[in-house]
């Protein structure tokens, strides 16, 4: 699953966030962070042992990048 955050106002319009997260084959929960304009990069990479640090990660993570003015796009089709 993903969630993509981008953000369209001021000089940073066009800079993207993308939240990768899913299980391993090993059961463990992971979530990779991607930061860009046109191509994203791995910028960090979590491993944790259940989904409520899940929530709580994505919860903190998504709360820093609103605050910046990201919206999410993830749904937009």
Not at 56 to 69: A, F, G, Q
């Amino acid at each position: 699953m993903q969630i993509r955050l981008e953000n369209r106002t001021g000089k940073r319009s066009g800079r993207f966030v993308v939240y990768e997260y899913g299980t391993d084959l090993f059961g463990y929960v992971y979530v990779d962070k991607f930061l860009g304009r046109d191509r994203g990069k791995m910028v960090s990479r979590w491993l944790m042992q259940d989904v409520g640090s899940l929530v709580r990660l994505l919860d903190h993570e998504i709360y820093k990048r609103e605050t910046e003015n990201y919206e999410n796009v993830t749904l937009a089709v």
